[in-house]
């Protein structure tokens, strides 16, 4: 996938964004979450009043505001390709890491955001990764979604693993972002009706590729694919992973730690 497609300079990025209330199917998807959001928020309720897990909402997933204002609106300035780096939380920081390191040496004109969707985590990537442009990952909204658009303006979004967010990946596509599935995940489900089939059809076709992390997900998502949607099977990258530099004495310190334990016992 080429990352030297640009968007059409004579047509300004949020005109662009907003034709997204003129999709019919968007506008669709979002009647079908508004008439689901009393039983959503019935749940979330529940959850934090007998599970005891807090779902707070988050403002700035509504507002799309800038996370690194001044680095963000730096690096949009510049020439080169705009990719947006897509995860929920920790679990994917080090492997959006990974992706950023090796897209900034094979492309050096590449201009890379991370877009997080944990506050906890957004913190920690903006006291850890100073210079790093950071944003929210919206709302599954047209309101959030066709703002973060607007601001952001991605030529090329990348999706960790989750997928099933129809209105960020089909207003994105709307907009001229090719949407990629990285490290993805498909498990079977059976559906009563047609209309789930059509629903992850219409999901799929929003993506330009999807790499999933077996020949099993790969398998199980192929039926609902468009032939003009590349899939592939690539392996789990998380494995990938290089390991974290130790310093010599701390190495040796712990060696002899294990080493006087004996035959004893050791849970890690």
Known sequence: ???????????????????????????????????????????????ALFRDKHDPFVK????????????????LAKNGPHVVLVGASFGEILIIDKITKALRGARPEAKVTWAIRDPATVEHVKKMHPGQSVVYWPYDWLTPVTRWISRTRPDIVVMLE?????????????????VVLVNGRCQPRKFFFSTGRLYYKWLFAGFRALFFQNERYLENAKPLLSPRTHAQAIGDIKFDLSHLPIDPEKAAAVDRWLASLGDLPLLA
């Open 1 to 47: 996938m080429s990352l030297t497609k640009a968007h059409h300079p004579s047509k300004p990025f949020a005109d662009r964004a907003y034709r997204c209330w003129l999709d019919p199917s968007l506008l669709f998807w979002s009647l079908v979450l508004l008439l689901w959001s009393p039983f959503a928020l019935f749940h979330r309720v529940r959850r």
């Open 60 to 75: 700035e997933r509504w507002t799309a505001e800038l996370q690194t204002p001044e680095t963000t609106r730096a690096l």
């Open 162 to 178: 989750r997928f099933r967010f129809p209105i960020f990946v089909r207003a994105n596509k709307r907009c001229g972002a090719d």
